[in-house]
């Protein structure tokens, strides 16, 4: 109700859409943790729109900012950047403890890891990246990474679409009016920036829909006018030009629907 203003059939078709060009369904035999970290960040963009537009701090913002970066370190990327825009609301008070319990926790469980000779933070983030800065040096690690990217993109990678979104996001950020859907925009734009940058992009998709499940509502919410305003004109025209948007920026993420039951089958024939 609240990003569509009412247009409730609207909302659900895009719902329906989203779960399957983000292959939502797949990532419950395949993703592990996967839906928890969404339904946490969804909760981040929920509660930072609740709190920017109606000034209602929900007690579940906080909560999903403490579980998402314990779940997978991947949803620092959400959490880190939300946290600043509550303290820029005057919100301060209530991130400091956000922050301070992420802190502790990773830093002691980065501790522990250090004090059994193992790196400070998983090696299934360190894979993911191509990062390893201790090995060599923080400035070749930065450069390798760059390159690495370079590289990724000019053979094809499988989000590459979603630049599209990150393209909108980033007008929003320059031509919005409105300083809170400016903020808003920011905010997604840096969270699909950080996930396209140095997520893991494999494992049938599992490892994005976190990143672009946000920056979906986030950009349903800023252009909810418009949005309302197509559907008042036709409900079921809308909803197919938003199927063939979404699968236009998620075609990785789609197909990934149709392969998870074979994957799911390889897996069960090898424990056979």
Known sequence: RLVLEGAATLAALLALL?????????????????????????????????????GRLRWWLPAALMLGPLLRYESLSVSLPALLIMAGVGRGRAAAPCLLCIAVVLGGYALYC??????????????????????MGWLDGIAGEIAAMGQSIVAGRGDLPVLAQMALLAVDLVRRHDRRERMLAGFALMVLAAQFVFGGHA??????????SLGLAIAAFIHRTSLRRLAGRSLWTTGALAGVVLLGLFPYTALMALATPLAANNIYAQQY
């Not at 990532?27 to 339904?39: D, R, T």
């Not at 250090?114 to 090995?135: E, N, R, Y």
């Open 203 to 212: 494992s049938l998709g599992r490892y994005d829909v976190h990143a672009w």
């Open 18 to 54: 989203a779960i399957v060009a983000l292959n939502q369904i797949g990532l419950v035999f395949s993703g592990m943790e996967a839906n928890l970290q969404i339904a946490c960040s969804l909760a981040v963009a929920i509660g930072l729109i609740e709190l920017l537009f109606a």
């Open 114 to 135: 250090t004090s059994i000779g193992l790196p400070p933070v998983p090696g299934s983030l360190l894979i993911k990246t191509g990062f390893d800065a201790p090995a």
